[in-house]
Nanobody
């Protein structure tokens, strides 16, 4: 069994910063790609920032230059540093990971989501 637990969300004023964390735990052999998604009220879930197992990153156009995804492999944790936050960044942020378990099977996992609210 594998779990992803997110933390770090909250309420912040426009222009402020937050750092989200997503820690994976359980029967993990290897963590492959990890991603951050977000879903605003009434909108579809969108991919914000993926990171491959080799560390290659990409960003949605709306967050380029403001958000940074990075990971600590020793802690099985991925982070999303969010700077210069805007009200339109308000959403529930979800962590997603492709993880190989101790049975060597690859599975897709989601965290429970963490709310980020940016006030104007």
């Amino acid at each position: 069994q594998v779990q992803l637990v997110e933390s770090g969300g909250g309420l912040v004023q426009a222009g402020g910063s937050l750092r989200l964390s997503c820690a994976a735990s359980g029967s993990i052999y290897r963590i492959n790609s990890m991603r951050w998604y977000r879903q605003a009220p009434g909108k579809q879930r969108e991919l914000v920032a993926p990171m491959s197992s080799g560390g290659v990153t990409n960003y949605a156009d709306s967050v380029k230059g403001r958000f940074t995804i990075f990971r600590d492999n020793a802690k099985n944790t991925v982070y999303l540093q969010m700077n210069s936050l805007k009200p339109e960044d308000t959403a529930v942020y979800y962590c997603n990971a492709d993880i190989q378990g101790l049975d060597y099977m690859n599975r897709d996992y989601w965290g429970q989501g963490t709310q980020v609210t940016v006030s104007s």
